[in-house]
């Protein structure tokens, strides 16, 4: 079964800080994609990472693929508490059973 | 432009009740997903469909559930007979693109709740 890990589970920080969220696996992914779900709300899609190595910016968010596609990281400059919510890695598998799976994900509190 | 759009948002009924889900696509997205989440598992795909048709229902946990997707703008879930272990939430999705993996769009989610 494939997994998706993503780590910290949980983390707390003041307004100000930088942060780096991981979403690890064993397996290669064809391409990796990052949501943010905010309480009560779906999450919404951030961005999609398709070449090994890759790395774009959104604002302040960094997002980077590995050399071998089999894991990501996001790093968050700055934070706001705008930027509060549960961040989900979802790696698209590169065999034939061409699925998305998920992370648990990583609760984010950016406090004021 | 609407989103996807989910009905009820939050739903508490008694073990044993039948409870129907339901959802609205955003027009002209061909693939359509229900999803549940939980904090112990996280978000499991139940159900794909692609231009109204079922293409993979693996994820659907028993034959107490079951989906349907008579048009392209409306989906229903239903449980029957609901049990308290299938409180979560519930969420539709659907994508432009004919695959698993493209963008998804979520609905805000069906909270249910069975005591």
């Known amino acids: 079964t494939q997994l998706l890990e993503q780590s910290p589970q949980f983390l707390s920080i003041q307004e100000g800080e930088n942060l780096t969220v991981y979403c690890n696996s064993s397996?290669?992914?064809?391409?990796l994609q990052w949501y943010r779900q905010e309480p009560g709300e779906g999450p919404v899609l951030l961005v999609t990472v398709v070449t090994g190595g890759e790395v774009k910016k959104l604002k302040r968010l960094t997002f980077q693929f590995g050399d071998a596609r089999k894991d990501s990281s996001l790093h968050i400059t700055a934070a706001q508490p705008g930027d509060t919510g549960l961040y989900l890695c979802a790696g698209a598998s590169a065999g034939n059973n061409r699925k998305l799976i998920w992370g648990l994900g990583t609760s984010l509190a950016v406090n004021p | 432009d609407a989103g996807v759009i989910q009905s009820p948002r939050h739903e508490v009924t008694e073990m044993g009740q039948e409870v129907t889900l339901r959802c609205k696509p955003i027009s002209g997205h061909n693939s359509l997903f229900w999803y549940r989440q939980t904090m112990m598992r996280g978000l499991e795909l139940l159900i794909y469909f692609n231009n109204n048709v079922p293409i993979d229902d693996s994820g659907m946990p028993e034959d107490r559930f079951s989906a349907k997707m008579p048009n392209a703008s409306f989906s229903t879930l239903k449980i029957q007979p609901s049990e308290p272990r299938d409180s979560a939430v519930y969420f539709c999705?659907?994508?432009?693109?004919?695959?698993?993996?493209?963008?998804?769009?979520f609905g805000e989610g069906s909270r249910l709740t069975v005591l």
């Open positions: 999705a659907s994508s432009p693109g004919g695959t698993y993996t493209g963008e998804l769009f």
């Open positions: 397996s290669v992914f064809s391409s």
